[in-house]
């Protein structure tokens, strides 16, 4: 079945402490991006990756970092979480890259909260 | 101003009726305009692209007014299960944008059908 997956899909941590979210896609995407939705906000852009090895920031990407070793895994990073990154996560590919043409699938999407 | 400008809502509307709703973007050179789906607490899905001459899905038509810069949607016999999140997305275009990779989301619009 054609996905994207993201884990964890909840997770409640506290300041301070690393932690990652992967995002894997197995539709060979090029084009792969994190977003955050939080309320009256809407779904903001953090990174993205038109490659292996190309990524870019987005609308809000600090205290976030990403990588794109593989084609099909785009974790996002967040080297020292604060209560502020508590927000609901989505990971997205898109076979069109850059992907103004095409289709964007989200994965499930990642509660995350910061204590 | 948000470059895409969407009424919240929540539009409470009966079952069977028609129903439409705008969506705002202030980049006159935008590309791409499409319309998402988003039910509580799930991954957004594509529910059409917008396109110059307007398109049209079963009981969804949407149409793109370039001149006043926004775009619509217009749900015809209106079920329950069309009560969800809908999301205009906008891929910027013009000086400043490299190769249409950032794509912008409005914020929503909550459409709830009663029985």
């Known amino acids: 079945e054609a996905q994207v997956t993201q884990n964890p899909r909840y997770l409640i941590t506290v300041t301070g402490k690393k932690l990652t979210v992967t995002c894997s896609q197995n539709?060979?995407?090029?084009?792969m991006s994190w977003y955050r939705q939080d309320p009256g906000l809407g779904l903001r852009q953090i990174y993205y990756?038109?490659?292996?090895?190309?990524?870019d920031k987005g609308d809000v990407p600090e205290g976030y970092k990403v990588s794109r070793k593989e084609k099909r895994n785009f974790p996002l990073i967040l080297e020292s979480p604060s209560p502020n990154q508590t927000s609901l996560y989505f990971c997205?590919?898109?076979?069109?890259?850059?992907?103004?043409?095409?289709?964007?699938?989200f994965g499930e999407g990642s509660r995350l909260t910061v204590l | 101003r948000k470059e895409v400008e969407q009424d919240p809502g929540p539009f409470n509307v009966p079952e069977g009726a028609t129903v439409a709703f705008n969506c705002t973007y202030s980049?006159?050179?935008?590309?791409?305009f499409f319309w998402y789906r988003q039910d509580c607490r799930k991954e957004p899905k594509l529910l059409m692209s917008?396109?110059?001459s307007g398109n049209e899905d079963g009981r969804f038509t949407a149409q793109l007014n370039r001149a006043s810069q926004y775009i619509s949607l217009l749900i015809r016999d209106s079920k329950l299960s069309d009560s969800a999140t809908y999301l205009c997305?906008?891929?910027?275009?013009?000086?400043?944008?490299?190769?249409?990779?950032?794509?912008?989301f409005g914020s929503g619009t909550r459409l709830s059908i009663r029985p």
């Open positions: 997205a590919s898109s076979f069109n890259s850059p992907p103004n043409t095409g289709e964007l699938f």
């Open positions: 539709m060979n995407h090029e084009y």
């Open positions: 990756s038109m490659n292996v090895e190309v990524t």
């Open positions: 980049n006159s050179a935008s590309q791409s």
């Open positions: 917008v396109y110059s």
């Open positions: 997305v906008v891929t910027p275009g013009g000086p400043g944008y490299s190769s249409a990779s950032k794509i912008i």
